[in-house]
């Protein structure tokens, strides 16, 4: 991986730390003027009618919520916790509450704090919906959630088109339409439709909105529904393996605008709710190598740090990406561990041998004291991983936004 500007920043920072303090590094670092940058290439680019909301599940930081605020239409939660935290730094930004399991203490609160819209996972949620909406005097403005029954088997994780805890059967969709007109408190505003997940193919994305889009036009036309939104979801896909096959956001574009140009829906605006694509990019997990041992004949590298932070590359059985910052710090009275040339397998802190973020992956040199640096980590790292795990200490979280001139 060639380092750029911003690694450059990144490496600065992880050496600073160094000098101010004697624990080993471990931190995840935040690049706000990329994910700025990046939010607004993607939002910029929409065709007319289309809205980005952000999926904060991928990351919700204040910080990262604060930067998008300003960039993206809205923000789609998944629980109330998710809500209180949009409604910490904007009153009255658009908000989509999705996510299964909803409780009735949340939709109330959700109907409270003036969410948008809510998608409807259930007969039984859409029931729940429209009384606890008849209780506050309002009425609820749904989307119903469907399942597909189509398979779309090119992504990694697929979330439709299969039995999943998803959304509504797309067999059940004339029940469920039947029943959101028929409840007093509810308005059916439209579907919401996410299949995929980390689809690294911008052409397969755009033929899934037309999917989607005849799908729609033909519940519209047969139960004679006015529609205002088709929720399309993310799922758009970061290749952390492989730099060569990253989801290619122009050509999408362009090819959603064909897709849009033959499917006229006035009326109805087309949203996406992506979380990986726009956060992804804009994280980084340092964490220093505090032993170097040879066991069995294979070389591991042990970390300040681990799947208690990381858990991603545990999760996608990958071998996450990394660098070696080598620093020349070392107190110690004695050798510092070296290895040259070794096909290395980088595990946590954490006493579980799944604990491990890369597997046999070749460095040219490695010292106890140097620091790795994981890239790609600003989409469900921290916020995917069970922190307390062993009890050990978090690691530090440094958002930094201006990378304007500042190489070493
Ligand atoms: C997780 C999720 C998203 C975001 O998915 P990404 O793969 O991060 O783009 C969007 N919508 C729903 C309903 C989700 O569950």
Request: proline share 0%; hydrophobic share 35%; aromatic share 16%.
């Given at each position: 991986m060639n380092p750029t500007v911003l690694d450059r920043k990144v490496v600065r920072l992880i050496k600073r730390w160094k000098e101010e303090r004697s624990e080993p590094v471990c931190a995840f670092l935040y690049d706000k003027k990329t994910l700025r940058e990046r939010a607004q290439a993607c939002v910029g680019s929409l065709p007319g009618g289309c809205r980005l909301f952000y999926a904060m599940k991928a990351n919700p930081s204040k910080e990262f919520l604060d930067c998008l605020a300003p960039v993206v239409h809205g923000f789609e939660a998944a629980s109330i916790g998710e809500i209180r935290k949009v409604r910490k730094i904007s009153e009255d930004k658009p908000v989509i509450f999705g996510g299964p399991g909803k409780k009735d203490a949340e939709i109330a609160e959700a109907l409270q704090r003036r969410v948008t819209l809510i998608h409807a996972e259930s007969m039984h949620e859409l029931r729940r919906i429209s009384l606890i909406a008849g209780g506050l005097g309002t009425v609820a403005q749904v989307l119903l959630r469907i399942n597909l029954r189509a398979s779309f088997p090119e992504a990694t994780l697929v979330m439709a088109g299969r039995p999943t805890q998803f959304g509504i059967d797309e067999e059940d969709v004339p029940e469920a339409i039947g029943l959101a007109q028929s409840l007093p408190h509810l308005s059916l505003e439209g579907f919401h439709l996410h299949s995929i997940s980390n689809n690294l193919d911008a052409s397969l994305h755009a033929r899934l909105i037309s999917v989607y889009w005849d799908r729609v036009t033909e519940w519209k036309d047969r139960f004679d529904l006015t529609l205002r939104y088709l929720n399309a979801g993310?799922?758009?896909?970061?290749?952390y393996t492989d730099p060569d096959r990253s989801f290619e956001w122009p050509l999408f574009i362009t090819e959603l605008g064909k897709v849009l140009e033959e499917r006229q829906l006035p009326g109805v605006e087309l949203l996406f709710e992506p979380g990986r694509y726009l956060a992804a990019a804009c994280g980084y997990y340092a964490a220093e190598v505090v032993d170097l041992k040879c066991n069995h004949g294979k070389h591991y590298a042990v970390l300040r740090g681990g799947s208690h932070h990381f858990r991603l590359p545990g999760a996608w059985q990958h071998s996450h990406p990394f660098e070696v910052v080598p620093l020349e710090h070392w107190d110690y009275p004695f050798a510092r561990p070296e290895v040259l040339d070794v096909e290395i397998t980088v595990a946590g802190e954490l006493c579980t041998p799944k604990d491990v973020l890369a597997r046999d992956v070749r460095v040219a040199r490695l010292r106890v004291g140097d620091v790795l640096l994981f890239h790609l980590a600003g989409a469900y790292g921290w916020t995917i991983s069970a922190h307390d795990f062993l009890s050990h200490a978090h690691p530090e979280h440094i958002y930094f936004d201006d990378t304007q001139g500042e190489l070493i």
């Open positions: 993310g799922g758009f896909g970061i290749s």
